[in-house]
């Protein structure tokens, strides 16, 4: 059988997709992937990189953009669609598979108009818009949260959580250290909002400096400007623009300062770490704090948002945490209840039975 995922733009959108295609590759030999994106985001080298072949098309964003520019987008479109529609056929996709972002829109639609078995995957509790249109056209939604339900066909949906990447999902988790370790995620682009927080925070940090390590994934603008910065307050720090090894992070950490994408808090729920997260602000829907505040309601991080962080207000909420451990033993057993391992798997089952079922019945969806 043949897959052929759409999506990209970020990580967010990209590690879901790739673990759904090892999974699916781990069911036989025989199965091969493709994936659908662009030729200028992540997806330019984090699907080589994973060792899926890529074929673009010319899409761009709405969200965000100007009057001028969601015209542009809205004019190529049909050249998306053409592209995508030749991608599926000279693939001969048995499935398509849309992971979110503005590409999967094109990629999708363009299988349901074949007759191709069309399923998305929604990572977030409030839908993107893209996977909010297509769901009204696909045969399976699949959803992290059970938040999103409402957003989507009740008897076509279906939660399975966040699919993880193999090297989560296939490797053990690395033991911690001793000493206290703090571990700053921006994200995979990097965040000069945490950047800054966590530079002034540092004076206010000074009285455990010598009980504490930080590990602090900054994004190529502040790489040098951080580490000069750790290296001048005396603190044992680690800073790198961007680190592949995510698990390695995650298991010498005591607790993690993140963004709320919902990649990395599946992520943190599977490996079991407390959280302080500060959802990006300009989410689309500020979906990032509805993601984050499933974790909090239930006991599982803590959150700042954007309009209450500073350097000192982020300083006080490591502390707390160095300082009482039985909180942090309470968040991270609350977090784990949260992690659904057999989320790739369960896409796949599904994506199986639909691929099956359209063999049988060639005109299924013509009768939804």
Same mark, same amino acid.
């Given at each position: 059988?043949?897959? *052929? =995922?759409?999506?990209?733009?970020?990580?967010?959108?990209?590690?879901?997709?790739?673990?759904?295609?090892?999974?699916?590759?781990?069911?036989?030999?025989?199965?091969?992937?493709?994936?659908?994106?662009?030729?200028?985001?992540?997806?330019?080298?984090?699907?080589?990189? *994973?060792?899926?072949?890529?074929?673009? #098309?010319?899409? /761009?964003?709405?969200?965000?953009?100007?009057?001028?520019?969601?015209?542009?987008?809205?004019?190529?479109?049909?050249?998306?669609?053409?592209?995508?529609?030749?991608?599926?056929?000279?693939?001969? &996709?048995?499935?398509?598979?849309?992971?979110?972002? %503005?590409?999967?829109?094109?990629? @999708?639609?363009?299988? $349901?108009?074949?007759?191709?078995?069309?399923?998305?995957?929604?990572?977030?509790?409030?839908?993107?818009?893209?996977?909010?249109?297509?769901?009204?056209? @696909?045969?399976? =939604?699949?959803?992290? %949260?059970?938040?999103?339900?409402?957003?989507?066909?009740?008897?076509?949906?279906?939660?399975?959580?966040?699919?993880?990447?193999?090297?989560?999902?296939?490797?053990?988790?690395?033991?911690?250290?001793?000493?206290?370790? $703090?571990? $700053?995620?921006?994200?995979?682009?990097?965040?000069?909002? =945490?950047?800054?927080?966590? &530079?002034?925070?540092?004076?206010?940090?000074?009285?455990?400096?010598?009980?504490?390590?930080?590990?602090?994934?900054?994004?190529?603008?502040?790489?040098?400007?951080?580490?000069?910065?750790? /290296?001048?307050?005396?603190?044992?720090?680690?800073?790198?623009?961007?680190?592949?090894?995510?698990?390695?992070?995650?298991?010498?950490?005591?607790? #993690?300062?993140?963004?709320?994408?919902? *990649?990395?808090?599946?992520?943190?729920?599977?490996?079991?770490?407390? *959280?302080?997260?500060?959802?990006?602000? %300009?989410?689309? +829907? +500020?979906?990032?704090?509805?993601?984050?505040?499933?974790?909090?309601? /239930?006991?599982?991080?803590?959150?700042?948002?954007?309009?209450?962080?500073?350097?000192?207000?982020?300083?006080?909420? #490591?502390?707390?945490?160095?300082?009482?451990?039985?909180?942090?033993?309470?968040?991270?057993?609350?977090? /784990?209840?949260?992690?659904?391992?057999?989320?790739?798997?369960?896409?796949?089952?599904?994506?199986?039975?639909?691929?099956?079922?359209?063999?049988?019945?060639?005109?299924?969806?013509?009768?939804?």
């Amino acid at each position: 059988m043949i897959m *052929a =995922i759409a999506g990209g733009g970020t990580g967010g959108h990209l590690f879901p997709g790739i673990a759904v295609g090892e999974e699916f590759l781990k069911r036989d030999a025989d199965n091969s992937i493709f994936f659908i994106g662009t030729a200028h985001g992540l997806e330019s080298h984090l699907v080589p990189q *994973a060792g899926f072949a890529l074929k673009t #098309i010319t899409v /761009r964003a709405f969200k965000g953009k100007g009057i001028a520019q969601r015209i542009i987008a809205a004019a190529i479109l049909p050249q998306a669609f053409v592209q995508s529609w030749r991608h599926l056929k000279h693939g001969r &996709a048995d499935i398509v598979c849309g992971v979110g972002g %503005y590409v999967s829109g094109p990629a @999708v639609a363009a299988g $349901v108009a074949m007759r191709i078995p069309a399923v998305i995957h929604e990572q977030n509790s409030f839908p993107g818009l893209s996977n909010r249109l297509l769901g009204k056209i @696909v045969d399976k =939604i699949f959803i992290s %949260y059970e938040e999103s339900r409402n957003f989507f066909p009740p008897e076509r949906t279906m939660v399975t959580g966040m699919p993880l990447r193999r090297q989560f999902r296939e490797r053990p988790l690395p033991e911690r250290g001793e000493v206290f370790t $703090v571990a $700053v995620l921006g994200g995979s682009q990097g965040s000069r909002e =945490i950047n800054r927080a966590m &530079a002034t925070a540092l004076s206010f940090l000074a009285p455990i400096k010598d009980r504490i390590r930080i590990i602090h994934q900054s994004g190529a603008a502040d790489a040098a400007a951080l580490a000069a910065a750790y /290296r001048q307050c005396g603190f044992d720090a680690r800073v790198e623009p961007f680190i592949d090894d995510m698990l390695s992070v995650y298991g010498g950490a005591h607790l #993690i300062i993140s963004r709320a994408g919902a *990649a990395t808090l599946a992520e943190i729920a599977w490996c079991g770490r407390a *959280a302080i997260l500060i959802p990006y602000p %300009y989410a689309a +829907n +500020n979906h990032q704090e509805k993601n984050a505040r499933v974790f909090v309601d /239930r006991g599982a991080a803590l959150m700042l948002c954007s309009t209450e962080l500073n350097g000192q207000r982020l300083a006080q909420a #490591i502390l707390d945490c160095e300082q009482h451990r039985d909180r942090l033993a309470q968040m991270e057993a609350q977090v /784990r209840t949260l992690a659904q391992p057999q989320a790739a798997q369960m896409i796949v089952d599904s994506c199986y039975a639909e691929i099956r079922k359209r063999r049988k019945n060639p005109c299924a969806r013509c009768q939804q």
